[in-house]
Nanobody, 127 residues
Framework: QVQLVESGGGLVKPGGSLRLSCAAS????????MGWFRQAPGKEREFAAA???????????DYADSVKGRFTISRGSAKNTVLLQMNSLKPEDTAIYYC?????????????????WGQGTQVTVSP
C-alpha cells in the first residue's frame, strides 16, 4: 500500500524560506513521477512542481510559472524522498501543500494523472 507523508510546513514571514519533505513507501516500482500541489482556501488544487524518476535516476523537473525561480524540487537523501525548497515566499503561497505520486514515465502537472496523495501540510506566509 503506497503511503506519502509530508512534513516541514509552518508559518513564515514574506521573503522567508521553508523546505517541505515527502517520504513515499509501500511500493517497488522504479519509474514514477512525484509532484507537489497546493490548495488555498476556496480555490482548486493547483500544480507547483514535479520530478520524474526512471530506474533510480532523475529524468526531468517541471514547475508552475508562479513558483519558477523560487521553488526547487529535488530528491532527498533517503530513498523515495522528495524535497521542495521554497524561497522568497509570498502571502499568495499560503496553502495546504500535498505530495503526490504518479505511476508513469512522463512528467505531468495534471492533478488527475496522480494515483496517490499525502494528507497535506499547511504553509502560511504572513507578516
Amino acid at each position: 500500500q503506497v503511503q506519502l507523508v509530508e512534513s516541514g510546513g509552518g508559518l513564515v514571514k514574506p521573503g522567508g524560506s521553508l523546505r517541505l519533505s515527502c517520504a513515499a513507501s509501500g511500493f517497488t516500482f522504479s519509474t514514477y513521477v512525484m509532484g507537489w500541489f497546493r490548495q488555498a482556501p476556496g480555490k482548486e488544487r493547483e500544480f507547483a512542481a514535479a520530478i520524474s524518476w526512471a530506474l533510480g535516476n532523475i529524468q526531468y523537473t517541471d514547475y508552475a510559472d508562479s513558483v519558477k525561480g523560487r521553488f526547487t524540487i529535488s530528491r532527498g537523501s533517503a530513498k523515495n524522498t522528495v524535497l521542495l525548497q521554497m524561497n522568497s515566499l509570498k502571502p499568495e503561497d499560503t496553502a495546504i501543500y500535498y505530495c503526490a505520486l504518479a505511476r508513469r514515465f512522463t512528467i505531468t502537472s495534471d492533478v488527475v494523472d496522480y494515483d496517490y496523495w499525502g494528507q497535506g501540510t499547511q504553509v502560511t506566509v504572513s507578516p
